[in-house]
């Protein structure tokens, strides 16, 4: 099987259909693409601040798909390849599929705001695929990150747009509310690159786990995967929480404690709050 066909399981389907591709010109139920300045995968933290913990590169833009109903984020890219004396051509288009029901909340920065940014919250992860043309033959492929195969930190589900100018911002929001998607609010959230995810963060939280017996330490592991709790809130500030309670209810079910406590409740603590569109 070629490279271009392998499948990575790493993030659950959304949808069995079949893998075809929606942005040809002619196609009727695409919304105009916004190019993009950048955009990033990121933690809504509860100082009500977004930190930027998955980068992506290359030229990206943004869309709606009024067919298949979902948000979607494009990269098209060219590219060569070589294998003994045969050298061919071709072109890639990457995708970060967010279904429109997935959509929980949007957010704006204001008209006074020069950054022109949107942010977008799911409540699951989104579908990452590629699709290629070359004169070999064509191929598609679900992916477990866009980076290169780099492993993505467990923030997916939430992303800061930024536009290039403030009319393409209003005309994003503009789709959005045709779309149905959640309604959006202007709110002026900082940006900030906190590495919540860095190696000696991670090396915080594996000592911890050490310390905790094996249910707690799956119940705080699946709150860092499901992108509930970051790093630093398990190794800091629930640390002594989850040893005090693991020394006098050695016997307890984890599951209420991180349920009940105050650093673990909704995320993101503002965004998922916004009312939807459709009411």
């Not at 022109?116 to 070999?136: C, D, I, N, Q, V």
């Not at 905790?212 to 398990?234: Q, R, T, Y």
């Amino acid at each position: 099987m070629s490279r271009d066909r392998q499948v990575c399981y790493k993030y659950p389907f959304t949808s069995q259909r079949r893998l075809v591709d929606p942005f040809q010109n002619h196609h009727p139920t695409m919304y105009p693409f916004i190019y993009l300045k950048s955009f990033a995968f990121g933690k809504m933290c509860r100082d009500r601040t977004f930190s930027a913990e998955e980068d992506t590169f290359g030229n990206w833009d943004v869309g709606c798909d009024v067919h298949e109903r979902e948000l979607v984020l494009r990269k098209q890219e060219s590219f060569e390849s070589t294998l003994g004396f045969l050298s061919w051509e071709g072109e890639r288009h990457v995708r970060v599929r967010y279904p429109a029901h997935h959509i929980t909340a949007l957010a704006a920065s204001p008209e006074s705001d020069s950054r022109y940014l949107a942010f977008l919250e799911a409540h699951s992860p989104p579908l990452f695929e590629t699709t290629s043309w070359s004169t070999l033959g064509n191929g598609s492929a679900r992916l477990s990150s866009i980076n290169e195969g780099k492993e993505m930190r467990p923030v997916v589900r939430c992303i800061c747009l930024t536009f290039r100018t403030r009319e393409d911002q209003q005309t994003f929001l503009k789709r959005c509310k045709e779309f149905h998607l959640p309604r959006p609010t202007e709110i002026d959230i900082p940006v900030e690159r906190r590495n919540l995810y860095s190696v000696e963060n991670l090396l915080k939280l594996e000592r911890l786990f050490r310390k905790l017996c094996f249910g707690l330490a799956f119940e705080a592991e699946k709150s860092i995967f499901s992108g509930v709790l970051d790093p630093l809130e398990l190794s800091t500030s629930l640390k002594e929480h989850m040893l005090r309670l693991q020394r006098k209810n050695p016997n307890t079910m984890p599951s209420p404690f991180f349920a009940s406590s105050p650093a673990a409740s909704a995320y993101p603590p503002f965004l998922g709050s916004v009312p939807n569109g459709d009411t």
